[in-house]
């Protein structure tokens, strides 16, 4: 039987083929595309050995069977066949033509999947003799894997295992890797928050491998949800999608490009509603508006006019145009546009300084909460939970469904005992997730509800309004601790004997020395 363990310790066998070679942020999509490749394989072997079996040996049959399966292959893109050629000299060239043809024959779902890797780099892999002895070395390590799913110890060891690689290769990149990656308790603190309900449609903006999106789906007992998102980056877009399909989502729709420029989820020449959204954009982008501004004339001076309202056709900085230096709130207003104006609901995970930064974001702040009331909870976050960013975060929670409430729920989740420390990363905990799900319950479903000392509180929007919109948590829930009271009389008796065992002691050696005639 194949464990997620098993799995896990081929996965890190072939992963020391590459070390010292390729840098981890590279040789991550060549064990992962490899990963699929393996796994594809090993089900359609199975499959098509049941239909042999139950057709008696009927090739027609067989075939016609297996062209209504989820996926199709041809024998020329399996694993077997690339395992059997391990030592052709173009071995790389044949991988490349198997992954083509597995996207070819199933361009629906896995159009494209494979556009941004190429196994025979001579980049990545150098001369053709050391190329050539990675690949023979991955196939190898691979061979050791049976992934037929009547091996499997459970359904979802192949999405969990994948995960824990995408997981595993954050870290190790570091800054890197925070860009396609959000910490498994971090994103499934957003999905539970944000409760994705039956016929949602699920949104992220900046979806990254795609684990935010999982953990908000997986949070519907059905799965009965429509997926949505976009990502910039080519590589981590088709990691997204290979993960969306070893989770068995095969109609989430995935765009590749800028989401702010080039938005893709459109309807009716409008951006798309969605009753779910859920985001870590990447923190205080710099020069977000770029994307307008390339086909923007310039001046006589040679300069580029400022990013406007009027250069996004969706109108959605209206409110307020972000500094070019920082793109919280673009992804902000953008994501508010594309919310639902019925029940829609959002969590976004952002840097601290969204909270208090003056100027056009604090006019933007101020809209969002006077003009349109959309913000519901502000939560702080321990430092150092994110791969490459040892800053805060906080996590705003944004609904339409507010009707008249004038209060918004504050949460102080970063103090000790509210996350476990570790050497390198910080994680929450099972126990530091529930404590906030719980206390954003309370706000919600009792009136009554003021918040817990130290931790939380419930604050109207005239006190906001009062702090000048400055929504700094620390101006909100008081953490301070106030230190025992000291007893002076107590101190100075205690200096007093301290001294007085002191000269006993001085006494005591004066003597010992005299004795030794020093």
């Not at 974001?361 to 430092?383: K, S």
């Not at 490459?388 to 008249?404: M, T, V």
């Not at 509180?457 to 000291?486: C, G, Q």
């Amino acid at each position: 039987m194949t464990t997620k363990q098993s799995i896990e310790k081929v996965l890190w066998s072939a992963c020391d083929s590459f070390r010292g070679k390729i840098d981890s942020s590279r040789y991550k999509d060549y064990i992962l595309s490899m990963l699929f490749v393996k796994y594809l394989s090993d089900v359609y072997a199975e499959t098509r050995e049941k239909y042999v079996k139950q057709y008696d040996g009927d090739l027609r049959r067989v075939e016609r069977a297996m062209s209504r399966e989820r996926f199709v292959m041809d024998e020329t893109s399996t694993f077997t066949y690339l395992y059997n050629n391990r030592n052709d000299a173009e071995i790389g060239q044949k991988i490349n033509i198997a992954l083509a043809a597995i996207e070819n024959n199933n361009s629906a779902k896995l159009h494209n999947v494979f556009r941004a890797i190429d196994f025979n780099s001579t980049v990545d892999f150098g001369e053709p003799k050391e190329k050539n002895a990675i690949l023979k070395n991955l196939l190898e390590d691979f061979k050791e894997l049976d992934l037929r799913p009547s091996q499997l110890d459970s359904n979802d060891i192949i999405g969990d295992s994948y995960e824990y690689m995408i997981a595993n290769f954050a870290s190790d990149a570091g800054k890197k890797g925070g860009e396609f990656y959000t910490p498994s308790k971090v994103s499934e603190l957003v999905a539970k928050l944000v409760s994705p309900k039956e016929n949602d449609r699920i949104y992220d903006p900046t979806c990254g491998s795609g684990g935010l999106l999982l953990k908000a789906f997986k949070q519907i007992p059905s799965e009965k949800a429509r997926i949505y998102g976009q990502e910039k980056n080519m590589q981590t877009w088709a990691l997204c999608r290979m993960n969306m399909f070893l989770h068995n989502v095969d109609d989430a729709v995935i765009w590749h490009g800028d989401t702010l420029a080039n938005p893709g989820n459109i309807e009716d020449d409008k951006l798309m509603k969605f009753q779910c959204i859920v985001a870590n954009p990447p923190f205080s982008l710099d020069k977000w508006d770029s994307g307008f501004l390339g086909d923007v004339e310039t001046d006589a001076k040679g300069k580029k006019p400022k990013m406007s309202a009027e250069l996004d056709p969706y109108r959605r900085f209206d409110w307020g145009i972000p500094p070019t230096s920082k793109g919280d709130y673009a992804f902000v207003m953008h994501m508010l546009y594309s919310l639902d104006d019925t029940n829609g609901r959002m969590g976004v995970i952002l840097p601290h300084g969204v909270l208090f930064r003056g100027a056009s974001e604090g006019r933007i702040r101020r809209t969002v909460i006077e003009n349109f009331n959309f913000l519901d909870a502000v939560i702080g976050l321990p430092a150092n939970l994110f791969y490459g960013a040892g800053i805060p975060a906080c996590i705003l929670i944004f609904r339409k469904d507010r009707g008249n409430n004038d209060k918004v729920l504050f949460v102080d989740a970063s103090g000790e005992g509210n996350y476990e420390k570790c050497k390198n990363q910080n994680i929450l905990r099972e126990c530091d997730v529930e404590r906030i799900v719980n206390t954003y319950k309370s706000y919600k479903s009792d009136i009554n509800f003021t918040g817990e000392d130290k931790y939380s509180h419930v604050a109207t929007l005239e006190e906001i309004k009062e702090n000048d919109y400055n929504l700094n948590i620390p101006r909100y829930v008081d953490t301070f601790e106030e230190e025992e009271i000291i007893d002076i009389d107590e101190v100075k008796q205690n200096i007093a004997n301290i001294e007085a065992e002191l000269a006993e002691v001085q006494a005591q050696m004066k003597k010992y020395m005299e004795e030794l005639g020093l």
